[in-house]
T-cell receptor, first 110, second 118 residues
Protein backbone atom coordinates (compact mmCIF):
# COMPACT_ATOMS: atom_id res chain seq x y z
CA UNK A 1 0.00 0.00 0.00
CA UNK A 2 1.31 3.45 -0.87
CA UNK A 3 2.02 5.77 2.03
CA UNK A 4 -0.12 8.50 0.49
CA UNK A 5 -2.80 7.65 -2.05
CA UNK A 6 -4.80 9.94 -4.25
CA UNK A 7 -7.29 9.45 -7.04
CA UNK A 8 -5.15 10.32 -10.09
CA UNK A 9 -8.10 11.64 -12.07
CA UNK A 10 -8.17 13.48 -14.33
CA UNK A 11 -11.18 15.41 -13.19
CA UNK A 12 -12.78 17.30 -16.05
CA UNK A 13 -15.26 19.88 -14.78
CA UNK A 14 -16.97 22.96 -16.20
CA UNK A 15 -16.34 26.41 -14.85
CA UNK A 16 -18.34 27.06 -11.72
CA UNK A 17 -18.46 23.43 -10.66
CA UNK A 18 -17.59 22.15 -7.22
CA UNK A 19 -14.97 19.43 -7.13
CA UNK A 20 -13.61 17.35 -4.27
CA UNK A 21 -10.31 15.52 -3.99
CA UNK A 22 -9.59 12.76 -1.53
CA UNK A 23 -6.38 11.47 -0.05
CA UNK A 24 -5.57 8.68 2.39
CA UNK A 25 -2.36 8.09 4.30
CA UNK A 26 -1.03 4.97 5.94
CA UNK A 27 1.14 6.25 8.78
CA UNK A 28 -1.04 7.02 11.78
CA UNK A 29 1.85 8.91 13.38
CA UNK A 30 1.84 11.54 10.64
CA UNK A 31 1.74 15.02 12.06
CA UNK A 32 1.28 17.62 9.34
CA UNK A 33 -0.81 17.68 6.24
CA UNK A 34 -0.86 19.94 3.25
CA UNK A 35 -2.32 20.43 -0.18
CA UNK A 36 0.09 21.67 -2.83
CA UNK A 37 -0.69 22.76 -6.34
CA UNK A 38 1.63 21.98 -9.22
CA UNK A 39 1.27 23.48 -12.65
CA UNK A 40 2.71 21.72 -15.66
CA UNK A 41 6.52 21.77 -15.64
CA UNK A 42 6.60 23.96 -12.53
CA UNK A 43 7.49 23.39 -8.91
CA UNK A 44 4.81 22.59 -6.31
CA UNK A 45 3.39 25.53 -4.45
CA UNK A 46 1.69 25.39 -1.09
CA UNK A 47 -2.05 25.79 -1.42
CA UNK A 48 -3.03 25.31 2.18
CA UNK A 49 -2.27 23.45 5.36
CA UNK A 50 -4.84 21.00 6.68
CA UNK A 51 -5.98 21.06 10.29
CA UNK A 52 -8.17 18.73 12.27
CA UNK A 53 -10.69 21.50 12.74
CA UNK A 54 -10.85 22.03 9.01
CA UNK A 55 -9.84 25.22 7.31
CA UNK A 56 -11.11 27.38 4.53
CA UNK A 57 -9.41 29.85 2.26
CA UNK A 58 -11.76 31.52 -0.16
CA UNK A 59 -13.10 28.88 -2.52
CA UNK A 60 -10.91 26.17 -1.02
CA UNK A 61 -11.79 24.04 2.00
CA UNK A 62 -9.56 21.36 3.48
CA UNK A 63 -10.58 18.70 5.96
CA UNK A 64 -8.62 16.17 7.99
CA UNK A 65 -10.01 13.02 9.58
CA UNK A 66 -7.27 11.49 11.70
CA UNK A 67 -9.38 8.49 12.73
CA UNK A 68 -9.88 7.50 9.11
CA UNK A 69 -6.48 8.84 8.00
CA UNK A 70 -8.20 10.81 5.31
CA UNK A 71 -7.71 14.29 3.89
CA UNK A 72 -9.93 16.17 1.49
CA UNK A 73 -9.86 19.31 -0.58
CA UNK A 74 -13.01 20.98 -1.86
CA UNK A 75 -12.90 23.61 -4.58
CA UNK A 76 -16.05 25.64 -5.11
CA UNK A 77 -16.92 27.76 -8.14
CA UNK A 78 -14.05 26.33 -10.20
CA UNK A 79 -12.09 28.72 -12.38
CA UNK A 80 -10.12 27.98 -15.51
CA UNK A 81 -7.01 28.95 -13.57
CA UNK A 82 -7.65 26.14 -11.09
CA UNK A 83 -6.53 23.64 -13.72
CA UNK A 84 -3.46 21.97 -12.24
CA UNK A 85 -2.31 18.89 -10.38
CA UNK A 86 -3.18 18.87 -6.70
CA UNK A 87 -0.75 17.06 -4.43
CA UNK A 88 -1.63 15.67 -1.05
CA UNK A 89 1.38 15.93 1.25
CA UNK A 90 1.88 14.20 4.58
CA UNK A 91 4.68 14.99 6.95
CA UNK A 92 6.20 13.57 10.12
CA UNK A 93 5.79 10.31 11.93
CA UNK A 94 9.14 9.53 13.47
CA UNK A 95 11.44 12.22 12.17
CA UNK A 96 10.88 14.73 9.48
CA UNK A 97 9.94 13.09 6.23
CA UNK A 98 7.61 14.43 3.65
CA UNK A 99 5.60 12.08 1.50
CA UNK A 100 3.89 13.31 -1.63
CA UNK A 101 0.88 11.74 -3.18
CA UNK A 102 1.01 11.13 -6.91
CA UNK A 103 -1.37 14.01 -7.45
CA UNK A 104 -4.82 14.50 -8.89
CA UNK A 105 -5.12 16.30 -12.19
CA UNK A 106 -7.90 18.83 -12.60
CA UNK A 107 -9.04 20.34 -15.87
CA UNK A 108 -11.56 23.14 -15.68
CA UNK A 109 -13.19 23.94 -18.99
CA UNK A 110 -15.17 26.90 -20.19
CA UNK B 1 7.14 34.74 1.45
CA UNK B 2 10.23 32.64 1.50
CA UNK B 3 12.12 32.36 -1.75
CA UNK B 4 14.21 29.47 -2.93
CA UNK B 5 16.11 29.70 -6.18
CA UNK B 6 17.69 27.07 -8.37
CA UNK B 7 20.29 27.38 -11.05
CA UNK B 8 20.32 26.50 -13.84
CA UNK B 9 16.64 26.29 -14.68
CA UNK B 10 17.39 23.90 -17.50
CA UNK B 11 20.43 22.12 -18.84
CA UNK B 12 21.19 19.85 -21.76
CA UNK B 13 24.34 17.80 -21.62
CA UNK B 14 26.06 14.90 -23.27
CA UNK B 15 26.07 11.47 -21.72
CA UNK B 16 29.00 11.00 -19.37
CA UNK B 17 29.32 14.59 -18.26
CA UNK B 18 28.64 15.92 -14.78
CA UNK B 19 26.06 18.55 -14.01
CA UNK B 20 25.89 20.73 -10.91
CA UNK B 21 22.62 22.21 -9.73
CA UNK B 22 22.52 24.93 -7.09
CA UNK B 23 19.75 25.55 -4.60
CA UNK B 24 19.72 28.77 -2.62
CA UNK B 25 17.45 30.10 0.08
CA UNK B 26 17.36 33.81 -0.67
CA UNK B 27 15.79 35.37 2.39
CA UNK B 28 16.25 32.83 5.14
CA UNK B 29 18.76 30.34 6.47
CA UNK B 30 18.08 26.68 5.92
CA UNK B 31 19.90 24.01 7.88
CA UNK B 32 17.93 21.39 6.00
CA UNK B 33 17.25 21.22 2.29
CA UNK B 34 15.76 18.44 0.25
CA UNK B 35 16.37 17.23 -3.25
CA UNK B 36 13.55 15.69 -5.24
CA UNK B 37 13.26 14.21 -8.67
CA UNK B 38 10.12 14.08 -10.75
CA UNK B 39 9.66 12.08 -13.92
CA UNK B 40 6.86 13.00 -16.34
CA UNK B 41 3.39 12.35 -14.94
CA UNK B 42 4.82 11.00 -11.71
CA UNK B 43 4.99 12.33 -8.21
CA UNK B 44 7.96 13.97 -6.61
CA UNK B 45 10.34 11.44 -5.17
CA UNK B 46 12.65 12.44 -2.37
CA UNK B 47 16.25 11.68 -3.29
CA UNK B 48 18.11 12.97 -0.27
CA UNK B 49 18.09 15.25 2.71
CA UNK B 50 20.86 17.80 2.71
CA UNK B 51 22.11 18.90 6.13
CA UNK B 52 24.32 21.94 6.54
CA UNK B 53 27.76 20.95 7.73
CA UNK B 54 27.21 17.21 7.58
CA UNK B 55 26.70 14.40 5.13
CA UNK B 56 23.49 14.11 3.20
CA UNK B 57 21.01 11.36 3.96
CA UNK B 58 20.04 9.43 0.87
CA UNK B 59 16.80 7.59 0.26
CA UNK B 60 16.86 3.93 -0.55
CA UNK B 61 17.82 3.28 -4.14
CA UNK B 62 19.56 6.62 -4.68
CA UNK B 63 23.26 6.25 -5.36
CA UNK B 64 25.20 8.66 -3.20
CA UNK B 65 28.28 8.41 -5.41
CA UNK B 66 26.28 9.39 -8.43
CA UNK B 67 24.28 12.20 -6.85
CA UNK B 68 26.75 14.23 -4.83
CA UNK B 69 25.25 16.67 -2.38
CA UNK B 70 27.09 19.46 -0.65
CA UNK B 71 25.48 21.81 1.86
CA UNK B 72 28.38 24.06 2.69
CA UNK B 73 26.44 27.05 3.99
CA UNK B 74 23.07 27.86 5.49
CA UNK B 75 21.84 29.23 2.18
CA UNK B 76 23.31 26.92 -0.43
CA UNK B 77 23.04 23.26 -1.29
CA UNK B 78 24.37 21.74 -4.49
CA UNK B 79 23.49 18.53 -6.28
CA UNK B 80 25.98 17.15 -8.76
CA UNK B 81 24.82 14.46 -11.13
CA UNK B 82 28.03 12.66 -12.01
CA UNK B 83 28.51 10.83 -15.29
CA UNK B 84 24.97 11.64 -16.34
CA UNK B 85 23.08 9.23 -18.58
CA UNK B 86 19.84 9.63 -20.50
CA UNK B 87 17.90 7.86 -17.75
CA UNK B 88 18.93 10.67 -15.40
CA UNK B 89 16.92 13.12 -17.48
CA UNK B 90 14.33 14.48 -15.12
CA UNK B 91 13.01 17.51 -13.29
CA UNK B 92 15.09 18.10 -10.17
CA UNK B 93 13.55 20.24 -7.46
CA UNK B 94 15.02 21.38 -4.20
CA UNK B 95 13.21 22.61 -1.15
CA UNK B 96 14.20 24.27 2.09
CA UNK B 97 12.79 24.40 5.56
CA UNK B 98 12.60 27.82 7.12
CA UNK B 99 13.89 27.63 10.68
CA UNK B 100 12.83 30.94 12.17
CA UNK B 101 9.10 30.48 12.03
CA UNK B 102 6.73 28.83 14.43
CA UNK B 103 5.54 26.44 11.75
CA UNK B 104 8.82 24.92 10.72
CA UNK B 105 7.58 22.03 8.68
CA UNK B 106 6.45 23.99 5.65
CA UNK B 107 8.71 23.47 2.72
CA UNK B 108 9.51 26.15 0.19
CA UNK B 109 10.36 24.81 -3.23
CA UNK B 110 12.78 26.04 -5.80
CA UNK B 111 11.55 26.46 -9.39
CA UNK B 112 13.23 23.25 -10.48
CA UNK B 113 15.93 22.31 -12.95
CA UNK B 114 15.06 20.36 -16.05
CA UNK B 115 17.94 18.10 -16.99
CA UNK B 116 18.11 16.48 -20.41
CA UNK B 117 20.97 14.09 -21.07
CA UNK B 118 21.55 13.25 -24.70
Amino acid sequence: RKEVEQDPGPFNVPEGATVAFNCTYSNSASQSFFWYRQDCRKEPKLLMSVYSSGNEDGRFTAQLNRASQYISLLIRDSKLSDSATYLCVVNGGGGFKTIFGAGTRLFVKA
Amino acid sequence: GAVVSQHPSWVICKSGTSVKIECRSLDFQATTMFWYRQFPKQSLMLMATSNEGSKATYEQGVEKDKFLINHASLTLSTLTVTSAHPEDSSFYICSAIRQDRASTDTQYFGPGTRLTVL
